[in-house]
Each structure stands twice: as C-alpha cells, then as structure tokens.
C-alpha cells in the first residue's frame, strides 16, 4: 500500500518560516519524481498550484511562487522529500499536498499552512 504522508504545516506570521516533510512508503522512492503542489480555499483539486519538483536525478525546478523563497530537497536513504518555505506571505495559504510522480502519479493528505498576523 502506498502512502505518502505529509507534516510540519501550522500557522505562522508573515516572513516567517516553515519546513514541509513527506515520508513516502509502499514505493521505490529513488525511482520517483518527488513534488509539491498546494491548493488554495476555493479552488477544486484539479486547479492545484505546483510548487516545487526534485527529479530522480537531484534536479531541482521550483514555480514562480516558490523562486527565491522555497527550497525542496530529498533524502532516498530515508524516504523523505522536503521543503523549505521561507519569507511567507499570506498567499502562500493553502492546504500543501506532497506527490510522487513516475508513470504513476501518488498523493498525500495534505497539510496546512496559513500565514496571517
């Protein structure tokens, strides 16, 4: 059974921080492109924002929300994908859903980050 299971979301202020993890098993971790998507209060699943991608290969391609700001990183010893959310701003409010992407495509819960004063 694959799960992916994200955590680490919570409240912050503005410019504040927050780190995202996903534990991923049930999969060949290494085999997977791992990635972050989020999706606002509104909006339908299929209107998720892609975030950030680390390829197989330690490619990092990050969006255009996440340039300068975020980080996404990958630990195939511990199955695990991060990311690094700094400077955050109130729209950058969304519930955070950690996939992984292969010729099959696995999705977590999600997790919740709201920054607001």
């Known amino acids: 059974q694959v799960q992916l299971v994200e955590s680490g979301g919570g409240l912050v202020q503005p410019g504040g921080s927050l780190r995202l993890s996903c534990v991923a098993s049930?999969?060949?971790?290494?085999?997977?492109?791992m990635c972050w998507y989020r999706q606002t209060p509104g909006n339908e699943r299929d209107d998720r924002e892609w975030?950030?991608?680390?390829?197989?290969?330690?490619?990092?391609i990050l969006g255009d929300s996440a340039k300068g700001r975020f980080t996404i990183s990958r630990d195939n010893s511990k199955n695990t994908v991060a990311l690094q959310m700094n400077n955050l701003r109130p729209e950058d409010t969304a519930v955070y859903y950690c996939?992984?992407?292969?010729?099959?495509?696995?999705w977590g819960q999600g997790t919740q980050v709201t920054v607001s004063s």
């Open positions: 996939g992984a992407r292969d010729v099959t495509a696995y």
């Open positions: 049930g999969i060949t971790f290494e085999r997977y492109t």
């Open positions: 975030v950030a991608s680390i390829c197989r290969d330690g490619t990092v």
